[in-house]
T-cell receptor, first 114, second 116 residues
Framework: GENVGLHLPTLSVQEGDNSIINCAYS??????FIWYKQESGKGPQFIID?????DKRQGQRVTVLLNKTVKHLSLQIAATQPGDSAVYFC?????????????FGQGTILTVHP | DVKVTQSSRYLVKRTGEKVFLECVQD?????MFWYRQDPGLGLRLIYF???????EKGDIPEGYSVSREKKERFSLILESASTNQTSMYLC???????????????FGDGTRLSIL
């Protein structure tokens, strides 16, 4: 079946560095992608989203890149801070999927060292 | 900001009990979802609802049922709890695609349920 996966399950960076979290997806009909952050003991928190008609979208300190040719999604975090330490999930919505159902990746653990 | 509230953060129940998990959202969202989250398995969709009294099975509905009597409230029911239903349960809501295209789901902070 269709699935969303991650290249790296863990990522360790130094405070102030830039972080890049990657995600591969297999459903070429997916038309909407989301990145979530989940801190320990909390639910997933929406970070940024991107529609399939875009290649790049920027938020505050975060950028999402979408490469539809190779079905790859990435989240870039600039000047990573200890508070960014969390599990990051990508999610996709299949094109034509009703009611906004999402398929989630397994998650990447980001650890930021001071 | 969207607020999704789950009634309990931690819950301990016994095998065979009927368990109710409650979720309320305050943004008038049409869609509501119940997931369970387990290490190594990620988020798996149990049931979702796109309108009051409407429900659809997700990927792992066995052993669960749901109720949506009011738009803001979505309940997950474990008819006869078993130990393999020990998990983190997450509720989410989103705006209907009919009204606004491609909106993210917003999550509650989860209920950690232990079945003894």
């Amino acid at each position: 079946g269709e699935n969303v996966g991650l290249h790296l399950p863990t990522l360790s960076v130094q405070e102030g560095d830039n972080s890049i979290i990657n995600c591969a997806y297999s459903n070429s009909a997916s038309d909407y992608f989301i990145w979530y952050k989940q801190e320990s003991g909390k639910g997933p928190q929406f970070i940024i989203d991107i529609r399939s008609n875009m290649d790049k979208r920027q938020g505050q300190r975060v950028t999402v890149l979408l490469n539809k040719t190779v079905k790859h999604l990435s989240l870039q975090i600039a000047a990573t801070q200890p508070g960014d330490s969390a599990v990051y999930f990508c999610a996709e919505k299949g094109g034509g999927t009703s009611y906004g159902k999402l398929t989630f990746g397994q998650g990447t653990i980001l650890t930021v060292h001071p | 900001d969207v607020k999704v509230t789950q009634s309990s953060r931690y819950l301990v129940k016994r095998t065979g009990e009927k368990v109710f998990l409650e979720c309320v959202q305050d943004m008038d969202h049409e869609n509501m979802f119940w997931y369970r989250q387990d290490p190594g398995l990620g988020l798996r969709l149990i049931y979702f609802s796109y309108d009051v009294k409407m429900k659809e099975k997700g990927d792992i509905p066995e052993g669960y049922s749901v109720s949506r009597e009011k738009k803001e409230r979505f309940s997950l029911i474990l008819e006869s709890a078993s130990t393999n239903q020990t998990s983190m349960y997450l509720c989410a809501s989103s705006r209907s695609l009919v009204f606004k295209s491609n909106q993210p789901q917003h999550f509650g902070d989860g209920t950690r349920l232990s079945i003894l």
